[in-house]
């Protein structure tokens, strides 16, 4: 009898580099294509060595453009896997700007490290990104479409940033009929912009991510009071605020919130630098795509309001206006990347962590061993570029931007398949957060709820 299986490759008690690999007799569909993001030691090892080849996969469906979901493929591609890459309309559009970008990063790395003498080799160039953008078929989401003769899958929206996607993968091998449901990265109500989560649909087995599985979110109104007392600190202390933030979803969100904040006069006008080449484009790609955006922002639209491009609200393009910025001392700074691993917002830091008056504000999720885990934990120096830079100015976080679930809306959204689901592994998490979500599940009346470490694979009953 033809099994059904899922090897987890990828984000098992960990929240990057997602791979898992769904197993259908001797067919090997890939379920997302992430980075490992992390201390480059570390990471580096696993993303030059991927933990399937390319040419033992025969299909892929990707969940969404973040690069832990999405940024290995052309290291896949580049190690032999040539089918179709099958994904929504606008992460195909959002895929190309997040996978040049992350070639364009890595060239830049290997040109500061071999600077100090370091030799590295980039995981890929824009001609492997080339290459693995023309194996994309996108699909709109609520069409079903085949992947394989026995795998039928559809894409629900997931409420997290533009285009992504709730896997919903229907599997048939005659003797044996299977839905399996995995969830991406699941998004929450009330996000500015984007449309809400879709319901979850009844599945045998579902797989569900755990960023915040033991955490709870601020609401959206706290989020607007906070953000506008801390700016308002900051021009108070005479400082400025730099926010890392991903070019997509997070920096959106804060631009917006800024902008209601001024309209509102909640706060004054101040300067808003969005320094990330790509967050323009990504704002462009966010327009071509109403259709996917909530009723109010639709309406705010059509009031001649545009809730991202606004006055006192600058796009940086080149390098030489972002180092203009050093002379910014009051305003905000947002820059990415969102765990200042990499990317502009280090050259940022690296002037603002000494400054007493500036403060840094994390708005996203910071993975241990990250140079923001490490501020947000309070370290009295980092090192940034190589450089040992004492810590003197705040830092403070704001988890309400999250673009995923807390556990309390993780649990809003599969409650009502206890019972029904068989089988629930519980992914995208570290081990405290993962376990916690695991527990209330089992609680919630789950029977068989796992929490996958690497490399485990586990038969669909
Ligand atoms: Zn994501």
Partial sequence: MTKIALQFLGAARHVT?????????????????GLVQGPRHIADAQNRKLPIAGRDVDALVLSHAHIDHCGALPRLVKDGYDGTIWCTDATKDMLRMMLMDSAHIQSQDAR????????????????????????????????????????????????????????????????????????????????????????????????????????????????????????????????????????????QSVVLFLGQLMRDGHLPKLPIYVDSPMSREATRIMGKHPELFDAETQALLKSGHNPLFFDGVTYVADVEESKALNEVRTGVII????????????????????????????????????????????????NIYGEPHPV???????????????????MAATRHLAGRCKQ??????????????????????????????????????
């Fill in 17 to 33: 580099g997602t791979k898992h690999l769904l197993e259908i007799g001797d067919t090997r569909v890939l379920l997302d294509c």
């Fill in 112 to 251: 500061q490290l071999r600077k100090r003498g370091h030799d590295f080799e980039p995981l890929y160039n824009s001609d492997d990104v080339e290459r693995t953008l023309r194996l994309v078929r996108s699909v709109p989401y609520y069409q079903p479409f085949d992947v394989t003769p026995q795998l039928r899958v559809e894409f629900l929206d997931a409420g997290h940033i533009l285009g992504a996607a709730i896997v919903v993968m229907d599997v048939d091998v005659g003797t044996k009929k299977r839905r399996i449901v995995f969830t991406g990265d699941h998004g929450r109500k009330n996000l500015p912009i984007l449309r809400d989560p879709d319901r979850i649909p009844e599945c045998d087995a579902l797989i569900t991510e755990s960023t915040y599985g033991d955490r709870i979110h601020e609401q959206a109104v706290d989020m607007m009071a906070e953000l506008a007392r801390i700016i308002a600190e900051e021009l108070h202390d005479g400082g400025r605020v730099v926010v890392p933030a991903f070019a997509v979803g997070r920096t």
């Fill in 335 to 382: 820059s990415a990347s969102g765990m200042c691993e990499s990317g502009r917002v280090l050259h940022h830091l690296s002037q603002t962590v000494g400054r007493r008056e500036d403060c840094v504000l994390m708005v996203g999720y910071q993975a241990h061993g990250t140079l923001g885990r490490r501020l947000l934990d309070g370290a009295t120096s980092v």
């Fill in 392 to 410: 003197h100015c705040k830092v403070r976080s704001m988890q309400g931007f999250s673009a995923h679930a807390d556990w309390r809306e993780l």
């Fill in 424 to 461: 629930v592994f519980v992914v995208h998490g570290e081990d405290d957060p993962a376990e916690a979500y695991a527990g209330r599940l089992r609680n919630a009346g789950f029977a068989s709820v796992a929490v996958p470490s690497k490399f485990d694979r586990i038969e669909i009953a």
